[in-house]
């Protein structure tokens, strides 16, 4: 979405048509959708995931698991506070569960922070570092609102007649909404746009780092990833991802940045 079209769409829409910036990699994104219009379904198709899926809690995978989310998310939530945009925020619930599934090498993120995470991925994060690259690409998809700009895109694609003619439809959003949203379907992933997984992964990157977790990890991280392969079936969190080779290029790129997060990190903590 470039500025000129957000613009156009802005000056000819009744409804209050928005453009979002990400506030750590200055990406523009359409977004008309509100918190209390999405968060909602979000939610209830995250519990009927949950409901159809076996949750491991309480064991130390489980607890790392959200315990490196929620020090990302603090992090992170810490950074919109300081810039003054904890707003953008409101009415998240975040929830990072472990998904037992070994033979699943993957991680998602439903609008308002509601994250899973598949026990097949764990022994390719390794550790905390390389779970933090993951749930940094999560939260960042969360934070970003990756999910309420890729429902603004279709709602305008599929009824832009009636979003420009002012009618409210919240039957119509409510099906945009669930056809990102499976329903326990085991295709649970959210299919998020090429830019919106490079925006992620930048956002991720910086917000790890806040965390206190080594960016340096993450180029490590993916190579992981690419050689767990055995170069035959691709994990599903790389299909849908960009060309991994690609990525690590671009995580080495924005890395002086993410350095000076990670050491502010440290400053702040002695
Ligand atoms: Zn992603």
Not at 25 to 54: A, C, D, I, W
Not at 133 to 147: D, M, N, T
Not at 164 to 193: C, H, K
């Amino acid at each position: 979405m470039n500025s000129k079209k957000c613009l156009l769409l802005s000056l000819v829409s009744l409804l209050t048509v928005a453009c979002a910036t990400n506030p750590l990699t200055g990406r523009k994104s359409l977004n008309f959708v509100s918190n209390s219009q999405l968060l909602p379904s979000s939610f209830q198709q995250y519990q009927e995931v949950l409901s159809s899926n076996k949750i491991i809690t309480g064991t130390p995978q489980a607890k790392q698991v959200e315990e490196v989310g929620n020090r990302i998310r603090k992090a992170a939530e810490t950074y919109y506070k300081s810039i003054g945009k904890s707003s953008a925020l409101d009415g998240y619930q975040w929830q990072f569960v472990l998904i037992d599934d070994s033979k699943t090498a993957n991680a998602w993120c439903m609008p308002g922070g509601k994250v899973a995470v598949y026990t097949g991925i764990l022994s390719i994060c390794k550790d905390d570092a390389g779970l933090a690259v993951v749930l940094g690409h999560e939260i960042a998809h969360a934070l970003a609102g990756h999910g309420a700009e890729k429902i603004s895109q279709s709602y305008i694609s599929e009824l832009g007649g009636q979003v420009l003619g002012g009618v409210t439809n919240n039957q119509a959003l409510r099906q945009v909404i669930n056809q990102y949203y499976p329903v326990a379907s085991g295709i649970t992933l959210l299919r998020y746009g090429r830019k919106q997984e490079t925006d992620a992964d930048e956002m991720g990157l910086y917000i790890m780092a806040m965390a206190g977790y080594d960016p340096r990890q993450a180029p490590i991280f993916w190579q992981r990833m690419i050689e767990s392969t055995g170069g035959s079936n691709t994990p599903e969190f790389l299909s849908t991802h960009p060309n991994p080779e690609n990525r690590i290029a671009d995580l080495n790129r924005i890395m002086p940045k993410a350095l000076q997060f990670y050491q502010s990190y440290h400053t702040n903590k002695l």
